[in-house]
């Protein structure tokens, strides 16, 4: 019998024999043919459901995010399912764990940077008090050597598709609030700071437009994960029918024979 | 310049400067704020783009999968993350690593299994012939030594709560399919065969239920580890306030000291 | 305290505050700068040290798999480090997870082949008796319409120049025992039943090789895992000084814009 | 043909038909049967081979690291193992993701603490030279708010069993070099910038101990992976036929269950 002050509690979920509890709901008879995944995946974290306004800007995140084509994660994942066809969760894992500082991290940095930096700033928020909340905080990352989370991107030099496209949904849906605001306001410090200008991109808009819709700021960096396992999973669809991870392996493997592909 | 008879190919996505590509649609103007992430996933998979009824059921498989609590796939993640707190893609992937042939991988098993007994079944499909193909299909198991996927569960004894519904749903959007009908025959024809009634489980029906919905089987087993991500990464949330990983490892550990913890 | 009843047991190690015990032994007194991880490994496994011959055995087999240059394993550990380079054990991970039915594991499913052919087997085993032994598991892998373990590779067509050399130092220290000799026995009758002659390769080699040195057949696919490691290890060494997962993945994507790279 | 500029360059490793070459060398001719693992993996990392003393402090401190019985990675092993037996790599995978910044991360945060503090560290380099070394650097993470790595340890409060037996073995073998010494003034400045003193721990002490050893700072966090994957080997092997990972799992849920193991 479970002695009350156990350390092993959670909200998520449980099962008895005839009904399974996920978030203190029937999962059959109150979730399942009602809440999208995305809903639940909300709902699972904050506790709360999902407004239709904020089911759409997350989904628009977890989507924009989901996959751009032979990225190293999905590289990593069809290779893995050449060595192991069997586990597909290992080819998944793989990918995911690419996922980190570089690639899609960023989402999640950029989150918490911007509600760390809005911590103590006072309310209400108008654009000069976001200014100068944005100068404060790209100071001390200047002062401490750090680069500035959720600006710049190798490949969208001019801007991201899809940081104009978040801003016109967040405004549309009422959730462009002070997390959206706060990073353009870091993007113009920034080009004030350091005399150039870099644009916002997909993965910082994203991170700042998902704490907007309510989710924590620690939460950023495993919610878009969802959309990556998507992105992954279609990956190994396709591998299977048209195989990259062998001939690559391949490729590399004759590339590297000397004596081209030695090292001094 | 890219070489046209190069095998680097894909349909699902790539990049230019100011335009990004998924599923040949632009994901900016096209796909986000339009789509949720089920249906991008379908769409990466499967190339169409999901009906409302195929969505319904699309969710409602992964909302049913997501998350049962302390699973030892989030038990894993928990643990993980006690270890490498800064490193949330490696939690989250070490628990999807323990979704193989005993946890959450039955769903693809299942619907391989009825999928390859389907192959050369002729149609039409009434009753009788599907009860032909199950009883084909389980005794071919049964001579093989193998157990039938799809059936039985260790806490849902006497049925489990989320097949009834997700057949009720199937019924509902008119995808209760020759997948789904064959697992029940399969069911009964088992019970014939061994003498021994075991309920479809959640599992199975939720593989048989995606392939009724349009998922190719062999995309099922990656297909349903989008929504354990989803409860994996609320554990992840609800472990950084209520940490179970650190006690839990404090907690064995003490009970495997001597003289209790020996083996001989 | 612990309970003398609880399934929380093991012979691996436990640490008291002023001791650590593994395997039986302390720690830092008895097995610290006596020996080496390889036998090390070894004691954990199989709870008795290994004698020098089996040492040698051992290490010339994890030697001989532990690295081959940019297989799939290795490009996926440093494609993760491009995205991830401050999760050092997460790059290794996901080369780790390459190691499956095609790579790396066949050493694990060789071993356990030959193992289970010898289950049944009269002792003594003299040449005409593993003849049969191997003609009988060869048509039992026929007939279901397996492949045969351990045969055949993709680059050393003509003999791989690790199993002359394991089977050389395997007679040198009088561990050339049966699943070795079955192996050679195993790839006549193979070439008897098919008509094609396929050299023993390097992996089944090693599987052999370490049963006959007294690793349990159920370890060999985990024992190789460790080799592996530390071929993984150094591709990273070396990635940090000369990238290759950032130019790659550039490349690859660049191959993959169409018109070059689409699939219709 | 392998273009001369390709980016694609190893010197790990690459195969021809009759021939493997690692680090080199003739892979059957040179090394196996010749080498230790241990001693590979230094070769394959430093490009050198390890003499008998480095071989000895690098197993010292691999096998110090490669097991403590129920750690978290352990533990997280073992689950996975629960859900997905048929992938051994998964399992080990999933138990090395646990290795981060908590666990076994630490030997190699400690190693690169102490080359970073030695870098502008004028030679030579008497213990009033490293005492002041070590109050710059422990000031300097003090004033930064961060943790001294290698201190403390929550089981072993008066000094860990390793440590001593590392520096003894390090002053034997004629490597108790700069980053050992620095180690322990460390310690000593720690202690009176504090007010309170902490013992050298096991995984710092190793760390210090393998850079003194030859071993880069850099590659410390991923080479003792290797011994840590040894561990984890062994936990599936004894996991096979002493289950912990099933039983702690039903253990764990039930006492999640209503009404103990709800969270408000």
């Given amino acids: 019998m479970p002695d009350a002050d156990d350390y092993v509690r959670t909200r998520i979920g449980w099962s008895d024999p005839d009904r399974i509890t996920v978030a203190g709901r029937d999962l ?16 699972l974290i904050t506790g709360a459901e999902a407004s239709p306004a904020q089911r759409r800007m997350l989904d628009a995140v977890l989507v924009s995010l989901a996959d751009h084509g032979f990225t190293p994660s999905a590289l990593s994942t069809r290779l ?7 586990s597909v969760q290992g080819a998944v894992a793989a ?21 760390d930096a809005l911590v103590d700033a006072p309310v209400p928020r108008d654009d000069a008090a976001l ?12 002062a401490a050597g750090l680069r500035i989370p959720g600006l ?18 967040a405004a549309e849906e009422g959730l462009l609030g002070d997390h959206l605001r706060l990073l353009e306001a870091v993007a113009d410090a920034s080009a004030r700071a350091s005399g150039r200008a870099l644009p916002v991109n997909g993965a910082g808009t994203g991170g700042a437009a998902l704490v907007d819709a309510g989710l924590p700021p620690g939460s950023v960096r495993g919610f878009v994960l969802i959309g990556r396992t998507a992105g992954l999973v279609a990956h190994l669809a396709e591998e299977r029918d048209h195989p990259v991870g062998m001939p690559l392996y391949l490729e590399v493997e004759e590339r590297a024979r000397p004596p081209g592909g030695t090292l001094d």
Avoid at 96 to 113: E, K, R, W, Y
Avoid at 131 to 142: E, H, T
Avoid at 152 to 169: E, F, K, N, Q, S
């Fill in 28 to 43: 059959a008879a109150d979730l399942m043919g009602r809440l999208t995944l995305t809903e639940l995946a909300f709902l």
């Fill in 80 to 86: 893995t399912y050449t060595g192991a066809p069997e």
């Fill in 95 to 115: 990918g995911l764990l690419g996922a980190g500082s570089v690639f899609l991290g960023p989402a999640g940095d950029t989150a918490q940077f911007l509600a």
């Fill in 131 to 142: 200014a100068r909340v944005a100068d404060d905080a790209v100071a001390a990352r200047r």
């Fill in 152 to 169: 710049g991107h190798p490949v969208h030099r001019d801007g991201d598709p899809r940081t104009a496209r978040l801003y016109a949904l």
